[in-house]
């Protein structure tokens, strides 16, 4: 149960990293220190484990929100494309809400 509940808080924490990358990027732009200082984790050719880690950390923490953000943007641009990226994001809100239903469902049928 504690591997379990672990597993789950490290996924949980990593869930609340990319929603405020989300939210960074929605606001503010691509233009902004916390965009620069998150790009600078990604290694395009890693040389060691140091490097490979940071890459498994930058996707599980930004990656996905940045990258998806850079794809919406250079497709449609402007409002056009911040708006895209929010509904993406409200998209992914409704999503992880139901996956967190129907665990906390099994969950109460497990221990009850």
């Not at 808080?9 to 990293?17: E, H, K, R, S």
């Not at 939210?23 to 233009?31: A, D, H, P, R, W």
């Not at 395009?44 to 890459?55: A, I, L, Q, T």
Request: hydrophobic share 50%; with cysteine.
């Amino acid at each position: 149960m504690i591997v379990y509940m672990g597993i789950l808080y490290l996924v949980g924490l990593c869930l609340a990293y990319q929603y405020i990358t989300a939210f960074v990027f929605l606001v503010f732009g691509k233009n902004n220190p916390y965009a620069r200082f998150v790009e600078k984790f990604y290694e395009h050719h890693p040389k060691d484990w140091y490097d490979k880690f940071m890459n498994v950390f930058y996707i599980m923490n930004y990656g996905v929100a940045h990258r998806v953000y850079e794809k919406v943007m250079t497709k449609h641009g402007g409002i056009k494309g911040k708006l895209r990226y929010a509904g993406l994001v409200f998209m992914a809100t409704i999503v992880l809400i139901i996956i967190g239903n129907i665990i906390n469902a099994i969950e109460t049928s497990l221990t009850s």
